[in-house]
C-alpha cells in the first residue's frame, strides 16, 4: 500500500557513485567552481546554498556537491528552498551524472540546457513548479536510467521518443497536469522496472498492450489517469510485476485470468473501476499481500483460492456483486489484518476461524445475506479495531471473547437476529467508542458503568429492560444515546443530565415513568429529545425553553401535565410534539402556525389565542361571583348563554382572521439576497406579468423581466400547493445560498431568492446569447431533438465537478451548511446529484447512467458521513474533496484510520 518514495529510490542509484581522489585539471577545477559561484548568485534567495564559499578547502566538499577525479558528478540540491528557474550555464558541468532538484520550488519549463550534460544518468525535478510539456528532444538523455518529474505542472502529451531511452530504469511522470495522451512505444522500454503515470488527466486510453512487452517490469502504477476499456489479457507476460495499481480509472471486462498467475505479485489495486464477470478462481500468485478489487461490479463467488495466501493481509471486495460463501480456508490465512467484503450478495455463515491464526484489525462484512454467529476468535490476536456487521442474518449471542478485547473501537451490529445478553466486558472495553447494535432481540439491563470512550450507544429496538442506571462519570463522554423501544422502567436519571456532550438522547417507546430531572438545564449539546411513548408525568420544565442547541422535541404519548411554558416559545425548534398528554391552557404563540399542525393534538384543554383547525380558542374564564348564593339553575342558564354568545362572537372572529390570514399569506414575500443588487424585491415582483412570460412548464413559469430599468433578469417562479416544512424550508434556502455562491461555465448566476409561502422566485442573470428558454425551461428539454454544442443538462461529471468546486469555493471559514447540524455540503452535493430537482428547476435532470456508479457510491458515502450526528465523525471538507476528486480511497475512511466506516442506513432510510 506504501509507495516507494523515489527520492529513496535515487539516494540508492547515488550510492553506487564512488569517489576516486586524484590529481586534478585544475583549471577544469576552478572552471566548476566558478560555476557553483554563479548558481548561488543566481539563487539568490536560497540561504540553504551559504555554505558555498570559496577557501582553502575544495568545493568538492560543499553541501550537495560530491566530485569523482576532482570533478563535480553529482549535484544533489533537494529540499535547498531554490526559486526561481534553472540557468542554462548549469551544462557548464560537463561530467555532471547525477542532477538533483526535487522538492525545490523552481518554475519554468524543462530545462533543455541538459541535453548537454552528455553523460547525466540521473535526473530528478520532482515536486517544483514546471510548466510545459516534456520537450520531443528528451530522448537526447541516451545515458538517462532515472527521471523522476512527477508532482509538477507539466501539461500535454507524452513524447513517443521518450520510448528511445534505452537505459531507462525509473520513469516518474505522476501527478502532473498531463492532458493529452501518452505513447505505447513507452513498452519498447525493455529495462523498465518502475513506471508511474498516475494522477493525471490524460484524454481517455486503453492500457496499451506494448505495455505488456515490460518484461523486468516491477511496478506498474496509473492509478486515477482515466484509463478505459479492458486490462490486456497478456498482462500475464510482466512476469516481474510485483505492484500494480490500476485503481481509479473507467476499465471494464472481465479480470485477466493470467493476473493471477503473476508469481511475483505482492500489491494489486484495480478498486474504484467498472470490471464485471468473476474473480479468475485458479491463483496462483502466492506472494500477493494486498488485494483490493472493491467498488467494481464483479459477480460470482470468492475463489476458494484465496486461501493459499498464506501472505495476504488485506483483502477488500466491497460494493461488488458477489455471492455465495465466504471460503473457510480464508479464515485461516496466518497475516489476515483487514477483511473488508461489505455491501455484496454473500451468504452462508462467517469462517469460523477468522481472527484465530492471524491478528486481525479491521472485519467489515456489512450489508450481505450472512447467517449463523459471529466468530469466536475475531479478538484473538488482540489487535480487532472494528466489527461492522450490520443488516445481515446473523444471530446467536455474541462471542464471550469480545469481553476482553481492549482494542475494540467500534462494533456496530444492529439489524440481525442476535439475542441474549450483551457480554458483560464489552460494555466496559476500554477504547470502544461505538457500540451499535440496534434492531436485534437483545436482552438484560444496562451496566452502570460504561467506556469512557464511549461516544455513541445505540441500542433501539431491543429488549432490553430494568431501570437506567448511572453510576459514576464514565458515561460522560456520551454524545448519542439511542435506547428507544425497549422495555426499561423507572424514572430518567439525573445523572444523565450531567453529559455535556450528549447531542441525542432517544428514550421513546418504553415505560419510563416520573418526572423529568431537575437540571436538564446542562444539556448544552442536545439537539434532539426524544422521550414519547412513555408514562412521564408532571409538568414540563421551563428550562427546555433554555437549552441553546435543541431543535427536536419529542414528549408526546406522556402524561405530562399543567401549562406549556410560554418560553418554550423562544426555541428555534424544526418539529416539536407534545399531543397527547394532559396539558391545559395556552399554546407559545410563535407555534401557532401552520407548521407545527400536529404538534399539540389530543391535550382535551389546550387552546390558542387564534383559531386553528385543530385548537379551540382561548378565552379568558368569567370571573366567578364571590357570592355562591345564586340559585343553580340561574346559574346553568347564565353559563348557556354566555357560551351562546361567546361561540357566535368567536365564529365571527373565525371569520374575520381567516380572511385576514389568507389575504396576508400572499403578501408576505421574504427577500434573500446574495450580492448588492441594483434592484428590490419589489422590481422583481411588480414585472411578473403575462406580457414578461417566457416560458411556462409543470413546476413553474419563467419571466423576463426588466428589474431596474436597464438590466434584465430571469425569474423562476416555483408553485408549491402547500407551504414547505419548515425544515425543508430552511434546507431550502441553505441549499440555494451555496448554489449562488457557485461559479460554474455550467450554471446561470443565481442572483436573489424571494420566496413567500406559497410560491418562490429564484432571480438568475439573463444571458441574452445563451438559450435561456431551453436553461429554465425544463419541461421542453426532453421534446427537443438532441441538442448539440451548448448543452445545458447537468450530467454527472459535471454535477461532480460543481461539488469538486463547491467543496474547494466553502473550504475555508465560511460554513458549509448554513448553521444547521444536519446539513453538509457533501450531503446537499449527494442529494443534488440524485434529486437535481429539489432545489431549482433549472437543474433537474435524472441521472442514471450506468457509467457514473462508480462515482455515485463514492459521493453516496460521503453523504452518509457528513449526515453523521457526532460533529467529529464527519470528514474534513479536504477529505470530502479527495473522494470527489476520486483520489482517496474510502477504506482509509474506514475503522482502522479514523474511527469511522460508512453505513449504507441511514441515507437509505432517509
Ligand atoms: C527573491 O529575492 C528577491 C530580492 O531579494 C525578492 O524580491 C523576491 O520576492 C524573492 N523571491 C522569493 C520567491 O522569495
Ligand atoms: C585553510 O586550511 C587550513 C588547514 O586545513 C585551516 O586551518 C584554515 O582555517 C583554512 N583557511 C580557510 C580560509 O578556510
Ligand atoms: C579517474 O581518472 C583515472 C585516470 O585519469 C581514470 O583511469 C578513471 O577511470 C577515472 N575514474 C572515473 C570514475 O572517471
Ligand atoms: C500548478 O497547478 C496547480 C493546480 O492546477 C495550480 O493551483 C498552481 O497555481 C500551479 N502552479 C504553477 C506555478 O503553475
Ligand atoms: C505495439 O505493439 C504492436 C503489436 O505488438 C506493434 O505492431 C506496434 O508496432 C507496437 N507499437 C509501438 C508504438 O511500438
Ligand atoms: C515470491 O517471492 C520470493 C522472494 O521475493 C521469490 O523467491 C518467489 O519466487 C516468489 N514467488 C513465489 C511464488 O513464492
Ligand atoms: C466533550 O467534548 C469536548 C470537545 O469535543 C471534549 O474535549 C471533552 O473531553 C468531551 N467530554 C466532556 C465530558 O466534556
Ligand atoms: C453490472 O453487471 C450486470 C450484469 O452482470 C449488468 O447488468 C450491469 O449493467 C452492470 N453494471 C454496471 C454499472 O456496470
Known amino acids: 500500500m506504501v509507495k516507494m518514495n523515489p527520492i529513496m529510490v535515487s539516494f540508492h542509484f547515488l550510492t553506487l557513485f564512488l569517489l576516486f581522489p586524484s590529481h586534478a585539471n585544475s583549471q577544469l577545477n576552478d572552471q566548476e567552481q566558478a560555476v557553483l559561484l554563479r548558481l548561488k548568485q543566481f539563487w539568490q534567495n536560497s540561504s540553504s546554498l551559504e555554505g558555498w564559499t570559496p577557501s582553502n578547502s575544495s568545493h568538492c566538499t560543499w553541501p550537495g556537491v560530491v566530485c569523482t577525479n576532482n570533478s563535480i558528478t553529482q549535484l544533489l540540491l533537494d529540499n535547498k528552498n531554490i526559486y526561481g528557474t534553472i540557468p542554462s550555464f548549469i551544462s557548464d558541468l560537463k561530467n555532471l551524472r547525477v542532477l538533483s532538484f526535487s522538492n525545490n520550488s523552481i518554475v519554468g519549463t524543462f530545462p533543455v540546457a541538459v541535453y548537454d550534460i552528455s553523460k547525466l544518468e540521473i535526473l530528478d525535478l520532482s515536486q517544483n513548479y514546471f510548466v510545459g510539456s516534456i520537450p520531443d528532444e528528451i530522448d537526447s538523455l541516451s545515458r538517462l536510467t532515472y527521471l523522476n518529474l512527477c508532482a509538477n505542472n507539466f501539461t500535454g502529451n507524452i513524447p513517443a521518443s521518450?520510448?528511445?531511452?534505452?537505459?531507462?530504469?525509473?520513469?516518474?511522470?505522476?501527478?502532473?497536469?498531463?492532458?493529452?495522451?501518452?505513447?505505447?512505444?513507452?513498452?519498447?522500454?525493455?529495462?523498465?522496472?518502475?513506471?508511474?503515470?498516475?494522477?493525471?488527466?490524460?484524454?481517455?486510453?486503453?492500457?496499451?498492450?506494448?505495455?505488456?512487452?515490460l518484461k523486468k517490469l516491477k511496478e506498474l502504477w496509473i492509478s486515477g489517469a482515466n484509463l478505459i476499456g479492458e486490462i490486456p489479457q497478456m498482462i500475464g507476460e510482466m512476469v516481474a510485476l510485483e505492484h500494480l495499481d490500476l485503481s481509479s480509472n473507467e476499465l471494464t471486462g472481465n479480470i485477466p485470468g493470467s493476473l493471477f498467475m503473476l508469481k511475483n505479485l505482492k500489491v494489486l489495486f484495480l478498486h474504484i473501476n467498472s470490471l464485471s464477470g468473476e474473480i479468475p478462481q485458479v491463483v496462483e500468485a502466492l506472494n500477493l499481500t494486498v488485494i483490493d478489487l472493491s467498488m467494481n461490479n464483479l459477480t460470482g463467488t470468492i475463489p476458494v483460492d484465496f486461501g493459499k495466501l498464506d501472505k495476504l493481509s488485506g483483502l477488500s471486495l466491497f460494493f461488488n456483486q458477489l455471492s455465495g460463501e465466504i471460503p473457510k480456508s480464508i479464515g485461516r490465512l496466518p497475516a489476515l489484518k483487514d477483511f473488508a467484503l461489505f455491501s455484496n450478495n454473500l451468504s452462508g455463515s462467517i469462517p469460523p476461524d477468522l481472527g484465530r491464526y492471524s491478528a486481525l484489525e479491521t472485519f467489515q462484512v456489512a450489508s450481505n445475506r450472512l447467517t449463523g454467529n459471529l466468530p469466536e476468535y475475531l479478538c484473538h490476536g488482540g489487535s480487532l479495531l472494528g466489527v461492522v456487521a450490520f443488516d445481515n442474518k446473523l444471530g446467536g449471542e455474541l462471542p464471550k471473547s469480545l469481553e476482553n478485547c481492549s482494542s475494540l473501537q467500534i462494533v456496530r451490529i444492529s439489524n440481525n437476529a442476535f439475542f441474549g445478553n450483551i457480554p458483560v466486558g464489552l460494555w466496559t472495553a476500554s477504547n470502544l467508542q461505538q457500540l451499535m447494535i440496534n434492531d436485534n432481540s437483545f436482552t438484560g439491563e444496562l451496566p452502570n458503568q460504561v467506556s469512557t470512550s464511549l461516544s455513541r450507544l445505540e441500542i433501539s429496538n431491543n429488549r432490553f429492560s430494568g431501570s437506567i442506571t448511572i453510576e459514576g462519570d464514565s458515561w460522560r463522554n456520551l454524545v448519542v444515546f439511542n435506547a428507544s423501544n425497549n422495555l426499561f422502567t423507572g424514572a430518567i436519571p439525573q445523572e444523565l443530565t450531567a453529559f455535556q456532550n450528549l447531542t441525542t438522547l432517544l428514550l421513546d417507546k418504553n415505560q419510563l415513568n416520573g418526572a423529568l430531572p431537575p437540571n436538564i438545564i446542562s444539556w448544552k449539546s442536545l439537539t434532539t429529545l426524544n422521550l414519547s411513548q412513555n408514562q412521564l408525568s408532571g409538568e414540563i420544565p421551563v428550562e427546555i425553553a433554555f437549552l441553546p442547541r435543541l431543535l427536536e422535541l419529542d414528549l408526546s404519548d406522556n402524561k405530562f401535565s399543567g401549562q406549556i411554558p410560554p418560553q418554550l416559545g423562544l426555541l428555534?425548534?424544526?418539529?416539536?410534539?407534545?399531543?397527547?398528554?394532559?396539558?391545559?391552557?395556552?399554546?407559545?404563540?410563535?407555534?401557532?402556525?401552520?407548521?407545527?399542525?400536529?404538534?399539540?393534538?389530543?391535550?382535551p384543554d389546550l387552546c390558542a389565542s387564534r383559531p386553528s383547525l385543530y385548537l379551540k380558542v382561548c378565552f379568558s374564564r368569567p370571573q366567578k361571583s364571590s357570592k355562591t348564593s345564586t340559585p343553580l339553575l340561574a346559574l346553568i342558564s347564565s353559563v348557556l348563554i354566555t357560551s351562546f354568545l361567546l361561540a357566535l362572537l368567536f365564529s365571527f372572529i373565525i371569520i374575520r382572521v381567516h380572511r385576514k390570514r389568507s389575504h396576508r399569506s400572499d403578501s408576505e414575500w421574504k427577500f434573500i439576497n446574495f450580492q448588492r443588487l441594483n434592484f428590490t424585491g419589489s422590481n422583481i415582483l411588480s414585472g411578473l406579468t403575462e406580457s414578461n412570460l417566457i416560458g411556462s412548464g409543470g413546476s413553474g413559469k419563467v419571466y423576463r423581466v426588466a428589474a431596474n430599468g436597464s438590466s434584465v433578469v430571469a425569474v423562476k417562479r416555483i408553485w408549491n400547493n402547500r407551504p414547505l416544512e419548515h425544515k425543508l424550508e430552511k434546507e431550502f434556502l441553505a441549499e440555494v445560498e451555496i448554489l449562488s455562491t457557485i461559479r460554474h461555465l455550467n450554471i446561470v448566476k443565481l442572483l436573489c431568492c424571494i420566496t413567500n409561502d406559497n410560491s418562490k422566485l429564484l432571480v438568475y442573470e439573463y444571458l441574452v446569447n445563451h438559450s435561456l428558454d431551453q436553461w429554465l425551461h425544463t419541461e421542453n428539454r426532453s421534446n427537443s431533438a438532441p441538442s448539440s454544442g451548448n448543452h445545458v443538462v447537468l450530467d454527472w461529471p459535471k454535477r461532480l465537478q460543481i461539488a469538486v468546486g463547491a467543496a474547494q469555493e466553502l473550504t475555508t471559514g465560511k460554513a458549509a451548511n448554513h448553521g444547521d447540524e444536519d446539513t453538509c455540503l457533501a450531503k446537499w452535493a449527494w442529494r443534488h446529484m440524485q434529486e437535481g430537482k429539489t432545489i431549482v428547476g433549472a437543474l433537474d435532470e435524472e441521472i442514471?447512467?450506468?457509467?457514473?456508479?462508480?462515482?455515485?457510491?463514492?459521493?453516496?458515502?460521503?453523504?452518509?458521513?457528513?449526515?453523521?450526528?457526532?460533529?467529529?465523525?464527519?470528514?474534513?471538507?479536504?477529505?470530502?474533496?479527495?473522494?470527489?476528486?476520486?483520489?482517496?480511497?474510502?477504506?482509509?475512511?474506514?475503522?482502522?484510520?479514523?474511527?469511522?466506516?460508512?453505513?449504507?442506513?441511514?441515507?437509505?432510510?432517509?
Open 162 to 213: 521518450i520510448g528511445r531511452m534505452p537505459e531507462l530504469r525509473t520513469l516518474y511522470l505522476n501527478d502532473n497536469l498531463f492532458d493529452g495522451t501518452f505513447p505505447p512505444e513507452i513498452g519498447n522500454l525493455s529495462k523498465l522496472e518502475q513506471l508511474n503515470m498516475a494522477g493525471n488527466g490524460f484524454l481517455p486510453s486503453k492500457l496499451p498492450s506494448n505495455f505488456t512487452q
Open 572 to 603: 428555534r425548534l424544526t418539529s416539536l410534539n407534545l399531543s397527547s398528554n394532559l396539558l391545559f391552557g395556552k399554546i407559545p404563540t410563535e407555534y401557532e402556525n401552520a407548521a407545527f399542525p400536529s404538534s399539540f393534538l389530543n391535550n
Open 848 to 910: 442514471k447512467e450506468p457509467c457514473y456508479v462508480d462515482e455515485m457510491s463514492n459521493v453516496f458515502q460521503l453523504g452518509v458521513f457528513c449526515t453523521s450526528t457526532v460533529p467529529s465523525a464527519r470528514p474534513q471538507m479536504k477529505e470530502v474533496l479527495q473522494i470527489l476528486l476520486g483520489r482517496s480511497h474510502p477504506l482509509v475512511y474506514g475503522v482502522k484510520n479514523t474511527g469511522r466506516e460508512y453505513d449504507s442506513t441511514p441515507l437509505l432510510k432517509n
